[in-house]
């Protein structure tokens, strides 16, 4: 059978990232980002090339990224990430107005995400009317997560009232990276005992046993975890109370604080990027040295944790921007586990940019691997299986 053309959108406050994938190749046909909608002079970066425009909401970014699809080119239907699927979407959707309500009453567990992937919805639904929108939930992929690890030691009844709970993150790549794991040794998904790394600019770890997700380092929101580009990850939850009574600050501050102002970039004073910090480093600057320490040791720290969760693990698989591409944070954060049957081969490791490969020695009885994610192709094949089974 042959395959569709799918919009994969991923709708941000300001951004609109976009492909077009033909889900028979899982080639992308077009690939852009619309940046600084709603602002004076906007951009729109699409297949290697740069304009710009204004753009005055998400509307008119979707309409001119359909602008820079090739000609003739059908589009059959799209797929749109939403970070927050709370309790109930455990799996991707095809929306209708029922299901945006739904997501838009999750906003009070994830006030900086759905808003704005609900933009991108309503925006796709309107500029293409005639095709079926799939909604693809970054929570769905741990909707497995047992109730002793989802649940906080908070009052019973306040937590249910709200929806407090573990939800997890990142969950469409955390599921990329173990079908393709699965894929490449040659078995079932339902098989695999992982544990997946995540590390872009937001970063999580996530346990997986038999295909499936049994925890995530992220919690209600992907502020919980690992130390990110901006975001502290675990802190002790005392520190937000103190800091309001030492500087006055209220929730405006301490939004702020943890959204934008701590993780890498606040550690560091130089940057949220770790190949900016790496060459800061490497020039004698001892805090965005202590940065990578503490980002690496934090991730020792999680695989220690899921190592005991799993009760051992085949493979560490290691994914997004810095998982892929630095090799010296996989180094430091895994190279001297020998307890936990790790050994990384070090010379290999080095080579290793962006590619999958396994990068540990041969004989290590954990394995580690590289697996670059993709997130617009699961995005794409969802939508596709969604679509394909309500016709
Ligand atoms: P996002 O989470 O926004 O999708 P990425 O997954 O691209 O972002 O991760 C961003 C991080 O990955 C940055 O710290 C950046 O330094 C690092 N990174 C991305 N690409 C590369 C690369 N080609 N080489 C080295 N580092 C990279």
């Known amino acids: ?34 940046e600084r909608i709603g602002a004076a002079e906007g951009r729109l970066k699409a297949n290697g090339v740069e304009r710009a425009g204004h753009f005055a909401n998400h509307e008119e970014a979707v309409s001119a990224a359909l602008e820079t699809l090739p000609g003739g080119c059908r589009v059959d239907g799209a797929g749109h990430r939403v970070v927050h699927g709370g309790g109930r979407f455990r799996a991707s959707v095809l929306i209708d107005d029922e299901v945006e309500d739904a997501i838009e009453k999750l906003s009070h567990l994830a006030p900086l995400h759905n808003p704005v992937n609900l933009a991108g919805i309503r925006a796709g639904r309107t500029v293409l009317p005639s095709v079926p929108h799939v909604a693809v939930f970054d929570t769905a992929f741990h909707a497995t997560i047992p109730a002793e690890a989802y649940t906080y030691a908070l009052p019973y009844g306040l937590a249910e009232k709200w929806g407090i ?26 098989s695999v005992k992982l544990i997946t790394l995540h590390l872009g600019n937001g970063c999580s770890a996530c346990a997986v046993r038999g295909g499936e997700s049994v925890d995530s380092s992220m919690g209600m929101t992907p502020l919980e ?15 937000a109370l103190r800091l309001m009574e030492w500087e006055g600050w209220g929730r405006e501050e301490l939004e702020s604080l943890l959204n934008h102002k701590s993780g890498l970039a606040g550690l560091s004073g130089v940057s949220n990027d770790m ?36 009760n051992g693990a085949e493979a560490v698989v290691f994914t997004g921007g810095i998982g892929e591409n630095r090799d010296e944070v996989r180094m430091k954060s895994c190279g001297d586990l020998e307890a936990l049957g790790i050994r990384m081969d070090a010379d290999r490791n ?6 999958e490969r396994e990068v540990s020695a ?17 995005i794409a094949k969802d939508a596709e299986a969604r679509i394909i089974h309500a016709t």
Not at 12 to 27: C, F, P, R, V
Not at 231 to 239: C, E, F, K, L
Request: proline fraction near 2%; charge should be positive; hydrophobic fraction near 45%.
């Open 275 to 310: 190949r900016e910090l790496t060459a800061a480093a490497a020039a004698g600057n001892a805090r965005a040295a202590l940065a990578i320490d503490v980002f690496c040791y934090r991730i020792r720290r999680y695989v220690g944790a899921l190592f005991g969760v799993l």
């Open 1 to 34: 059978m042959g395959g569709v053309n799918i919009l994969s959108i991923n709708a941000g406050s300001s951004s609109l990232k976009y492909q077009l994938i033909d889900t028979a190749t899982g080639e992308a046909m077009a690939r852009g980002v619309v």
């Open 350 to 355: 080095a080579r290793v940019h962006g590619e």
């Open 165 to 190: 709970r573990r939800y997890g993150f990142h969950g469409i790549s955390h599921r990329f990276v173990t079908e393709r794991y699965a894929a490449i040794t040659g078995r079932s998904a339902e």
């Open 225 to 239: 975890g690992l130390v990110m580009g901006t975001r502290p990850g675990d802190i002790d939850p005392a520190i």
């Open 362 to 378: 041969a004989g290590s009885k954990t394995a580690v691997w590289v697996i670059p994610t993709n997130e617009e192709l699961l």
